[in-house]
């Protein structure tokens, strides 16, 4: 997996996708007015849209789409008895070195025995260096109040597996889905939104017979791949890529990950790992409770193993980000465009009165709460009309509809399409149906 800028990377893209995240409000460094804190990161307007539009493509993909999979919301603070039966506490490790140059720290395993920032080879010995955040509950900071923030969303799936089966009288093969936020201690985030300390996970937890799990990890693997062509990414750009054996999270016998190609080269957007029955039957010995599956066609009783697709949702706003970005020329003026799919956009339509003049602004207004109760429109009256578009194409909103003044002569509007740059004129009460039948939404 890449890990951190090579000096070979087309870092141009990377740096007009940064700068346009900022400039326009996806994404600000966290408590910026204070200097920030390292790797941490606000999403602003358009990034709080957007994350949530790939939440919800998500959950339309995993759960609404299926009859198969059941949504939870579990506690981020839980029993730390959960992170030692798991085995996060033990082994939920990154190997740790010291420069003693310059005592800057780094990965052992993400560097080739120099100091990336110094040159010097006078390294420590790694050391194991766990990434989970500690805190304590309660008003003593004492051993017994200790408790750790989520490094995963999967153990409060884990171990509501029970509560789940019964309540909605499901059986393998079915799966628990959550989105969450998730925090790891790491030694060296970076690349903007793809390492950070506190990120985004989508998770899904496949519960199936033990014999099975070869075959819905393949297709998950499919499936996931999918995912990301249906949300914009050209095929091109993605790969499949089984981990080799040293790589493997301390619970899976097999992990593939779906790849991107960022500008420095192919990283990890997602992985579909084998868990096996490893964290099932670690927390039935911990916990004393059975969490066996009783079959009751054949009378056997077997503990389901576990295929976990597991997604970042921060890092998937910046692989489509990334993607969507593009330059190209108007009517011999240069645009810059992010050609992002209509549900990933922020918005899906501005709404654009010609002029700021008093006339025009109640039947713009009047457009804007037809098309804001269906679709997630912007209303901009500032500027020119050609430097509203610039804008919007910029953002990514795919249609914007223009009210001029024969729009109160003949009660139509205009609507531009952001790739092709067409312009329609059609009645205000086709509008909706025009935008919704175009948006595939
Ligand atoms: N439950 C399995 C699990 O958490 P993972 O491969 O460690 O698996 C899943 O994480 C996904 O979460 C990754 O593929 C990546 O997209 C995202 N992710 C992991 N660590 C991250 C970090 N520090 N910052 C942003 N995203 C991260």
Known sequence: MATSLEPTADLGLFDAVVNLCKRRGFVFPSAEIYGGIRSTYDYGPLGALMLRNIREAWWRAMIQERDDVVPIDAAILTNPKVWEASGHLATFTDPLVDCRTCKERWRADQIEGTCPNCGSADLTEARPFNLMFKTFVGPVEEDSSIAYLRPETAQGMFVNYLNVETTTRRKPPFGIA???RAFRNEITPGNFVFRTREFELMELEFFVPPADSPRWQQYWCEERLAWYVRYGIASEKLRLRPH??????????????????????WGELEGIANRTDFDLRAHQEHSGTSLEHFDQATGERYLPHVVEPAAGATRAMMAFLLAAYDEDEIGGERRVVLRLHP????????VLPLSKKETLSPLAREVLHRVQRRLMCEYDETQSIGRRYRRQDEIGTPYCVTVDFESLEDQ??????????????????????YLLGRLDL
Do not use: C, K, M, N
């Open 178 to 180: 959550q989105i969450g």
């Open 244 to 265: 080799d054996p040293e790589e493997l999270s301390h619970y899976s016998s097999g992990t593939t990950d779906v790849e991107f190609l960022f500008p420095w080269g």
């Open 343 to 350: 549900r990933i956009a922020p918005y899906q339509v501005a």
């Open 412 to 433: 139509q509007v205009t609507v531009r399409e952001r790739d092709s740059t067409e312009q329609t004129r059609l009645p205000i009460d086709e509008v909706v149906s």
